[in-house]
C-alpha cells in the first residue's frame, strides 16, 4: 500500500465523526484521491506533504472528465 493510501486509511480510522456509513464513504473518496494523485505523476506522497499544486491536479482532471458538479 502506498504511504499516502495508508496514512489517510489511518486518519479515517482513528476519525469517529459521523456515522459509519459517512466513515465509510469518506475513507473511499481519500482512496480514490491518492490512487488519483498517483497516476497523475506524483510519488512519494505523504498525508503532511499535500500542497495546493496537488488539489489544484486534481480539480484540473476533475474539469477535463466534467466532475466539477457543475
Do not use: P
Not at 459509519?20 to 491518492?34: C, H
Request: hydrophobic fraction near 35%; proline fraction near 0%.
Amino acid at each position: 500500500m502506498r504511504d499516502l493510501n495508508y496514512q489517510l486509511k489511518m486518519l479515517c480510522k482513528h476519525s469517529h465523526e459521523g456515522s459509519f456509513e459517512t466513515r465509510v464513504g469518506r475513507e473511499r473518496q481519500l482512496s480514490a484521491i491518492a490512487n488519483q494523485l498517483h497516476e497523475l505523476g506524483f510519488r512519494q506522497l505523504k498525508a503532511s506533504s499535500l500542497k495546493q499544486k496537488h488539489v489544484q491536479a486534481l480539480v484540473d482532471q476533475w474539469l477535463k472528465q466534467k466532475l466539477s458538479g457543475f
